[in-house]
Structures are given as C-alpha cells and as structure tokens.
C-alpha cells in the first residue's frame, strides 16, 4: 500500500515538553549551499531568496526536496569577484533531491525508524536545467496526470517544469502561458473557478534590475541594501487553467495598485464555498481578495481592510514577507500570522465572531519577541506533537547594522530563528529549548518547510539560508514518546487525476476532553489542505492530529471535507491496531454526501 499522509498522533504516554529536533544535514545526503552572488555591489536581489519544495515526484510515499539556487549578479563580474567564494567547476542551478528514506525503510520493515533518512541528488537525471536567479518554489499536478511538477520563482523568467512520471521533467513553461518575467516571490496552485483544473497566482514584488540599481546608506554613512521603498511594486499575475493544458493570463481581473508581493495563500475566507487569495504586501496594505464565480471566470475584490487584515493595530501598512492561515485556537475558524521587518513586531491576526479579524499579536504573546528581528519563512505546525499548534518563524536581516565589520563577515545578516511553543492557547517564545533551530551560528534564514519527512507521524523541517547552508532538521518525538499515528491524504477522484485536494478545508469534530489533557490544549477544528504560504516555497499538504487512546470515547476519527468544487462529504476513520501507524487516503466522492441547505 502506498503511504501517504494526514497524521493523526496517538499516544499514552506523556507529552515531551520541546521538540526534540536533531540537525541530520551531513548525513542526509543534502549538500545544497545557497549562493546570492554578491560582489559588493549590494544588489537589492541578493537578499530576497531563497526557497524550495518539498513533493513526492516519484510517487513512492516520500517526501523529496528541490531547492532554488542563485547566481553572479554583473555581467562585467566573474566568480572569482565573488564577496563569498564559490567553488570552481561546480555548476549553479536548482537541484532536485530524492528521498531513499521509502526504500530503505522497505528493506527494513520491522524497524522502519532505523533506516535513517537519506537523499540522493538527481538532478542530472531528471532532466531539470533550472539556472535562473532562483527564488523561490512551488510543487503541484498542473496537468491533472497523478505526477507533480514544479514551478520555479526567479529574479527574471519563471520556469514550469512538467513530470513525465518517469523520474524526468521537461519544461513547459512557453507552451502552457505561465512564462512571467517579473520578479517573483512566491505562488499558490488552487482551483479559483472550481472546474478541477489548479490556477496559478504568482506574488510578484518590485521593479528592481541591475541598470537602475540605486545606492543607498546606513545612519553612519556607510554603503547598504536598500529598502523595498526606493523600487516601485510589481502586479501580480492569475493563469486560469484551460481544459486545452494551457493557463490564460487573467492578471486583469485582480484589483489594483500592485503591493509589492511576496506571499500568499489560499482559502475559502467568506466561508462561500469559493476559494480567495490573501497576500502578503512588503511596506503596503496587504490584500484580502475574495473571488465571485461568474460564467466568464472569478472576480476579485480587496476587502483586507473591511475585514481587518490589510494594516497592524494602529493602521499601519507593515513589511509583510511570509504568512500562514491556520485554526491555532481550535474554535472553527482561521486566523492569519504574517512576519515582518525589524521593529515590525509579527502580526497574529486572530478572526472573531463577527468574522472579522483584530490585530491581537501582544495579547498571544508574539509581539515583543519579535520586535528585533526580520522575520521571512513561517508556518504553523504541531512541532512537539501536544495537539495544538505552535509557530516556526526564519530569520535574518536584509539592511547592515551601522558599524558592522564587514572585513571580518561580508555579509552579517544573520539572526536565531525562533520557535513559539502554543502554551495554552498564549505563544510562549521557547527557541532555547531547540537549540538545532538556528544551528549554533545564526543564519540569514529564508523559508521554513514543513513535513513528516520520514513518515513517522511527527514534523521535519527544512531551514533554507540566503548565502548558506540548508539544514535538514529530523523531528524524534514520535520515536522517542513510543507513540502511535494514523494518517490520511486527502485527494480529489481519479478522473480529476487523483492529485492532492489543494484548496479543500478539513472539518473535524470537537475532541473529546482527554485531547486537551492538563494544558487545555486546543487542536484545530478546521485544517486547510495545502501546500501554499509561507515564504517562496511549498511544503508538505498532509496534516498531523494527536488523540489519547486512554480515552475510550475516541474510537473514531470523524470529520468532513469541504473539496475545492464546493460539494462536502463526511468520514470516519476507525483508530484501532489495523489503522495506526500507516497512512491511508481519503478521495473524494467515497464518503458520504452532504446535502445543501436549501436557502428560501
């Protein structure tokens, strides 16, 4: 059977009080360094990427990675101008790494944990030549034929990289309308017009290039990066994906001014039954588009500010740079978490009753702790596996402090990264507790991605650095609390291609009491499916849940799936010793039908 995944954690035993994170990057076969072609010139580009994706391309029930890389900026520069050296002969460009951990655990089917987790490079192999100045990454079935391909952000030309199912890639960037020349940041695949087709949205940021670089200052004078502020905002691009395997350009159905993207994600926000776009904008409002279906295509209007989430507290538009939607509080609906520059504190945007939203990052104990750094990749995930969920936030600067040695680091962006425990429902800031988080020296840290990169029913992560190392980060709680998991993946029919139900929302029942045990824990009662938001990247679609098997009540796990068409169906999957431990899969029209309610 193959093994795929929403997880669902069981366990007796007591509940770690940190994750127990363990930096695997040497032996993981992942050898990737970033390289942003600096010269001392302090071209804007340099510090924006860089990203990457995790999918299983090859279909085995792993999870493998790509990376984006970057390149020389200056045409009248060489390699060796390079501010940070790059090795000679060895070739820039993205790479694709697959995940062995599936074989090897094959071999080894009564201790699966001991196979390690292990990646092999095959690029090459794969026919990906992606050389671009990368940025970031997204992964999903764009043609509906059961394979996921891969979409590459660029400081320049975007590039489609299509699966042929055969471990190959060609690029179809051309032929299928989704060549972009902006100056990308990130994307979401999800179906905007509700036909089974993905769509694409592309966040595109600033009118940046190396002609019309400028040159700006630190307080004391000295030469730094500018600010997004000195370049003018890119629109943002819409493909709508056709029945003929080809997108339109429909970018004029979003409303203007452009923002200066760089996030955003997909979810049903006005609770329609339509998916809507919510964007992370760098020194701009950022947008709320919620989409109308009509006959000729969806139709977006910006109602951020309407519903709150365009400015902080007190009506300021903030350097928004990564983002995630999540149910943190358990109580049915989702609130949003974006990052910010330094002295921008990050904004929890926590939707009420009303079903508005309110800036409530101080009372949920996020606003101060994050005064002093500049934060980019994010995510909500169950990090220490108690049931509810807690942040994992990247950071490091993009502007020089005044008075930096930069003789002795020619680049001294670097800042810890940091963990925010759910403690209670308040966020408590616990990076000391996971010391492998920063790996000793902090980093320019981008993006954060998420996934059971072992299918051990606990969450991984991969910390991508600008001008670094990527780390590998393999989670032990699961091993070492001797729990049990159950897992799900949820997927539309296989007429529509059997692909990930990217834009479907997962409805579950309230937990019985024995789930919160003595921490009042609160899971969430709804879990968007998908792989979006973030920063420049794209991140594992399953979803994790924890229950108590000491609990007699819990014999089910029931909960219903609103998919992208709009139509819903309920499901109960039975946790006993035939079901934990493994993943199943949840398709669409096997469960049972939910009827409308009919409106008078």
Request: with cysteine; hydrophobic share 40%; glycine share 10%.
């Amino acid at each position: 059977m193959r093994l795929l995944a929403l997880g669902l954690l069981v366990s007796a035993g007591a509940v770690m009080a940190a994750p127990s994170l363990v930096d695997v990057t040497k032996t993981s076969g992942v050898d990737f360094v970033h390289f942003n072609g600096m010269t001392g010139r302090l071209y804007y580009a340099e510090t924006v990427g860089a990203g990457g994706a995790l999918l299983d391309y090859d279909n085995d029930g792993d999870l493998d990675l790509f990376l984006v890389q970057g390149h020389l900026l200056g045409g009248d520069r060489q390699l060796s101008d390079a501010l940070i050296a790059w090795p000679e002969g060895q070739p820039l460009r993205d790479r694709l790494f697959r995940n062995d951990h599936h074989a090897r655990a094959a071999a080894e089917p009564a201790r699966p944990a001991a196979a390690g987790l292990h990646f092999t490079d095959v690029t090459e192999t794969s026919g990906i030549s992606s050389t671009g100045y990368g940025i970031g990454a997204s992964a999903a079935d764009v043609d509906n034929d059961g394979d996921i391909d891969l979409y590459v952000l660029n400081f320049g030309r975007n590039t489609l990289w299509l699966n042929q199912g055969d471990g190959t890639f060609v690029e179809a960037t051309k032929d299928t309308g989704v060549d972009d020349p902006s100056f990308s940041v990130a994307a979401s695949f999800t179906d905007v017009d509700q036909d089974h087709r993905l769509d694409l949205y592309v966040a595109n940021y600033v009118n940046f290039s190396l002609v019309t670089t400028k040159q700006c200052l630190t307080a004391r004078g000295e030469k730094d990066y500018c600010g997004p502020g000195a370049f003018k905002p890119q629109a943002d691009s819409l493909f709508i994906n056709q029945a003929t395997g080809t997108f339109r350009n429909q970018s004029a159905r979003l409303p203007v001014p452009a923002g200066a993207g760089m996030g955003v994600l997909s979810a049903d926000f006005d609770t329609n039954g339509s998916v809507d776009y919510y964007v992370a904008n760098d020194l701009n409002p950022n947008q709320m588009l919620l989409s109308t279906l009509a006959k000729d295509g969806p139709t977006f209007s910006d109602e951020a500010l309407l519903y709150g989430t365009a400015l902080n507290k007190d009506g300021e538009a903030e350097a928004s740079m990564g983002l995630d939607a999540a149910d943190f509080d358990g109580d049915g609906d989702l609130d949003l978490f974006a990052t910010h520059f330094r002295r921008e504190s990050n904004t929890l945007y926590v939707r009420e009753e009303s079903g508005f939203y309110s800036d409530q990052s101080a009372r949920f104990g996020l606003a101060q702790p994050s005064w002093p750094r500049t934060a980019f990749g994010t995510r909500f995930t169950d990090l220490d596996s108690d049931g509810d969920l807690d942040l994992v936030v990247a950071n490091g600067a993009v502007t020089l402090q005044p008075g930096d040695d930069r003789d002795k680091d020619p680049y001294p962006l670097g800042e810890p990264n940091q963990f925010f425990r759910n403690d209670g429902g308040r966020y408590v800031d616990a990076s000391s507790t996971v010391p492998a988080l920063s790996g000793g020296i902090p980093s320019v840290s981008r993006s954060v991605l998420t996934g059971d990169l072992d299918n051990d029913g606990d969450t991984d992560l991969v910390i991508t650095n600008n001008s670094g190392a990527v780390q590998v980060l393999v989670n032990n709680w699961e091993r070492e609390a001797a729990g049990t998991w159950l897992g799900l993946d949820v997927r539309l029919a296989a007429k529509h291609g059997g692909r990930p139900a990217l834009g479907a929302t997962v409805m579950f029942d309230a937990d019985p009491p024995a789930v919160r045990a003595a921490k009042q824990q609160r899971p969430p009662r709804i879990v968007r499916v998908h792989n979006d938001g973030g920063y420049a990247s794209a991140v594992d679609h399953r979803i994790l849940r924890r229950i108590n098997t000491t609990d007699q009540t819990a014999q089910h796990l029931r909960f219903a799936v609103a998919w992208p068409d709009g139509k819903r169906e309920n499901f109960a999957i039975p946790i006993g010793p035939d079901t934990v431990a493994r993943y199943h899969r949840i398709v669409q029209g096997t469960g049972a039908a939910v009827k409308p309610v009919a409106t008078p």
